[in-house]
Structures are given as C-alpha cells and as structure tokens.
C-alpha cells in the first residue's frame, strides 16, 4: 500500500483515492498518513451515500453483495465526484495490485498535449513476470514484465510457448485500463472503461498499465482462499461465463484443500525463474525489463532514511 501511494505522488498523481473493500483493512491506517491520499472504506456511510447519490446505483446496486466490480463501478463514480469538487482534469481507475507506467522519459503534461476532442485514453496494459516464488513488496521486486498481445507479432504466442514450455501467456485480463477527462455527466460503463464514444477514445501501449498478478506464492493463495468457491460465471448470470482459464483453476486448486496443486500451478503458469529462458523473451520482444518503479520507489527509501 505504501509503495503503490508513494510511487504515484512520486511520479506527480495529484490524489489518490483508495477504497477499502474491508472498512477494517488496517491499510487504511498506511493512506490516513498522506494528505494527498483519501481513504474510503466500504462502510454503511458510502453505502448510503452511493443508493441515495449514484446515478448507476439502480443497475448495480443489487450485486454489491457478491459482485466485487458492482462496488468498483460504483466507487468509480463516487471518485470521479469527488474529483470534480477538487477540480482535477483526469482520472484513472486501477486496481491495488497495478501501477500506471508513464515511461522514463515522460510526464503527467503528457495529458495536456492530447486533442481536445480526446475524452478518453485506453493504456494497454503489460503483466508481470515473478522471477521468485516469494515476494513480499512487488512494486519493489518485480522489474520483468510480458508485453501486452496487441503489439507483439501474430506468431509471437508459437514463440513462447516454444521457448518458455508454458500453456498460456496473459492470465488475466489484457484489454488495458482508462482514464478519462473529469466532466460532470462522465459515467464509468466497467471496471475498464468510461462510458465515452469510440471516436473520442485513444488507445496507446506508452504509457501503460502495469498488472504485478499474483506476485509471490502467499500473495496468490490469500487471493483465492479470500475468493472461495466462487462460480464460473460473472454477475451470477451464466450468460456470463469466466473466461479466464487460470483464474478457474486457481480457485478448484485452491478448493481441493491440496495446497500442492496450487503450488504446481503456480510454478507452471505464473513464475519465471529460469534467466536463461527468460534472457530468450526478452530478446524476442515477448518479455521486456521495466526497472523504473523499483528504482523510483528505492530512491524515496534513501531519502526517507
């Protein structure tokens, strides 16, 4: 939590605003310390506040129970009023396990040199590639990522599999992240995207998102022994059926109570421990190094010490 809020003051987000599914996450006590940061937990105050405020509280409002991107669409629309009364320009929906990458070489004015006319930005997002069983702060050590599909070459997959000996590539979603100009009427439509036309909408891979999934054994097996048995489908419609092989087989792994399925499929499909075949990606344009947050993050360390 810490390193997610210091690296985007760092690279000049001017507020965060976080929202604690569990209102006790002792977490919340890390983002109290930070006057650019707003805490939000999921108490009966928000919960009040979003059924008698939100505008998308009547389609979403009745999956809040069980449906954890009812509470992210809506917690997206309390944030972006939020944003409006602080009169901030741009807003950005990510998760707590992701971080947006602007580059080396870039600054947040990258936003102001964009055509008016530009409601909304789809970053492409890149996936971490965990080159240890355990990590603890992924911010900090994970620094080898997989490119996002949409700008690798259509025979890239036959070359990973060829050389990393796995099964799948993206084991989670790779559709990016968004954000959007803050307007009153603006609306998110998912957990991806803002309810803004095609033709105001760019797409770019730089900046980008990056996704540190499932980073360190232990990391992973809180996920899903927090996740449970859940169904195979979204919004408990099976019309919605989970497409995400590894997120299936992690929770059956999970279910069979044998902690050594979980450990298997772990080692085969999310970490990357071998240099060598790792050295291979890397010069094959499937994997690449991003240093920057880590570093970026050790220099707030030295000067804190």
């Not at 987000?13 to 604690?20: K, Q, S, T, V, W």
């Not at 009547?58 to 944003?83: D, S, W």
């Not at 998110?188 to 803004?196: A, C, G």
């Not at 792994?253 to 421990?273: F, H, K, P, R």
Request: with cysteine.
């Amino acid at each position: 939590m810490e390193s997610f809020i210091r690296y985007h003051l760092a690279i000049g987000i001017a507020h965060i605003y976080i929202f604690f599914d569990d209102p006790e996450d002792p977490a919340a006590q890390i983002a109290l310390r930070f006057s650019d940061v707003t805490a939000i937990p999921n108490d009966e105050a928000l919960q009040v506040q979003q059924a008698l405020g939100n505008i998308l509280y009547a389609k979403y409002g009745p999956h809040v129970g069980y449906e954890v991107m009812a509470r992210q669409i809506l917690n997206v629309e309390t944030a972006i009023q939020l944003a409006l009364d602080q009169g901030m320009d741009w807003i950005i929906h990510i998760d707590g396990d992701e971080l947006f990458y602007l580059g080396e070489a870039l600054t947040l004015d990258w936003f102001d040199q964009l055509d008016n006319d530009i409601l909304q930005v789809r970053f492409l997002n890149y996936e971490a590639a965990p080159e240890k069983f355990e990590i603890e702060d992924y911010f900090r050590e994970v620094t080898l990522f997989k490119r996002n599909p949409a700008v690798l070459d259509p025979d890239f997959y036959a070359k990973f599999q060829s050389t990393s000996g796995k099964s799948q590539y993206f084991l989670a979603y790779q559709n990016g992240k968004s954000a959007a100009r803050v307007y009153p009427s603006i609306l998110p439509n998912s957990v991806h995207s803002f309810d803004i036309p095609e033709e105001h909408t760019l797409v770019t891979s730089s900046p980008t998102v990056l996704h540190y999934l499932n980073c360190g054994f232990q990391n992973y097996y809180k996920k899903y022994a927090q996740l449970g048995n859940f169904p195979d489908y979204w919004w408990r419609s099976k019309s919605n059926l989970i497409r995400v092989p590894f997120h299936l087989r992690s929770r059956d792994a999970y279910c069979s109570g044998d902690i050594n399925q979980m450990v298997a499929l772990y080692q085969e499909l999310t970490l990357y421990d071998n240099p060598m075949i790792n050295q291979s990606l890397v010069e094959k344009g499937i994997l690449t190094p991003i240093s920057y947050p880590s570093q970026l993050l050790a220099k707030g360390s030295a000067r804190l010490n």
